[in-house]
């Protein structure tokens, strides 16, 4: 099946400094991608739409200013943590689906975890 | 978006076998149903997919009735590597379609 890398796996930051956060398809190319954010224990909560040649598009409560999302190429969307604090600290999943084919897929990177400290 | 229920945790045993169903009332005639698995620490994947009646595939069996109000995914003689986190979405396979994760059922597997 396709795969979506992220990089970095694991990052830590001081609170008041900005991560970015990149998520790639490897062997397909993906105009859409979305950005996912989970905390322990806890489910997947969508943050946003990366869309290749456009701006990204926030779920509500998401603040667009806090969270830059950039999708650079058909490969690449990248997110930014600006001014990070320790309440941001959480596991960050991006997807993007597969069309080609049968079958209609999502495919998940392996997730990033940010520390702020 | 139709919401999914499911129920929060399951216990089993090595070797058994499986079923956990998920509540989707409210979905609409374009919507398929999509079963995703994640362990602590990794991003989801993906199961099993369908709209209807039974898929089988070499990991599972997604089982839907004919009101598709439901469906039920069963894992044949789990292991316990199958310990996870099973998510149930529903959906929309139009371009762009984003997935809204329910809260899932943690499954774990004893000995």
């Known amino acids: 099946g396709a795969v979506v890398s992220q990089h970095p796996s694991r990052v830590i930051c001081k609170s008041g400094t900005s991560v970015k956060i990149e998520c790639r398809s490897l062997?397909?190319?993906?105009?859409?991608m979305f950005w996912y954010r989970q905390f322990p224990k806890q489910s997947l909560m969508l943050m946003a739409t990366?869309?290749?040649?456009?701006?990204?598009?926030?779920e509500q409560g998401v603040e667009k200013d806090k969270f830059l999302i950039n999708h650079a190429s058909l490969t690449l969307s990248t997110l930014t943590v600006t001014s990070a604090h320790p309440e941001d600290s959480s596991f960050y999943i991006c997807?993007?689906?597969?069309?080609?084919?049968?079958?209609?897929?999502?495919?998940f990177g392996p997730g990033t975890r940010l520390t702020v400290t | 978006l139709a919401k999914t229920t499911q129920p929060i945790s399951m216990d089993s045993y090595e070797g058994q076998e499986v079923n956990i169903t998920c509540s989707h009332n409210?979905?609409?005639?374009?919507?398929?149903i999509t079963w995703y698995q994640q362990f602590p620490s990794q991003g989801p994947r993906f199961i099993i997919q369908?709209?209807?009646t039974k898929v089988t595939n070499e990991v599972a069996s997604l089982f839907i009735p004919a009101d598709r109000k439901s469906s039920t995914l069963s894992l044949p003689r789990v292991s316990l590597s199958d310990t996870a986190v099973y998510y149930c979405?529903?959906?929309?396979?139009?371009?762009?379609?984003?997935?809204?994760f329910g809260g899932g059922t943690r499954l774990m597997v004893k000995p």
């Open positions: 997807s993007a689906p597969d069309r080609g084919g049968s079958s209609y897929e999502q495919y």
């Open positions: 062997d397909f190319q993906a105009t859409t």
């Open positions: 990366s869309n290749e040649g456009s701006k990204a598009t926030y």
């Open positions: 409210n979905i609409a005639t374009n919507d398929y």
């Open positions: 369908g709209y209807k």
């Open positions: 979405l529903v959906g929309d396979r139009g371009a762009g379609n984003m997935l809204t």
